[in-house]
């Protein structure tokens, strides 16, 4: 039982954080740039990355993976790629090197979220 139990605790994640500077960078500027959101989830992954290799050297462990949900009109009409290339201009400083690693989105209409969420 107290095998199990440590096992456990070792398996949690240390930082799953989205309060850290870049986290937060993340979020202004998503939310200065889509005033219309209907929905935004920003989810730092980096804690499932941390034995990688490339990253256990790298300086920035804690907020090198993220993954962002974005629902806004500002997107209609616009194809993913299109919409992917606005959300990463909008992040180039946090996307640049050093930065974040890895940046995983889903990008929806607000029609295409109700949709969605109706399932």
Known sequence: MLRRLATRTMS????RSIQGPTAQSI??????????????????DSYKHAGHQGIADSNNRTESHFR???????????NLPSRHRLVYGLLAEELGPGRVHALQLTTRTLEEHKARSSR
Do not use: V, W, Y
Not at 12 to 15: G, N, Q
Not at 29 to 38: E, G, H, N, T, Y
């Open 68 to 78: 962002l949900e974005l629902a806004s009109d500002r997107f209609l009409g616009m």
């Open 27 to 44: 979020t202004n500027k998503i939310r200065a740039s889509f005033p219309d959101l209907s929905h935004f989830a920003l989810f730092n």
């Open 12 to 15: 949690i994640a240390p930082d």
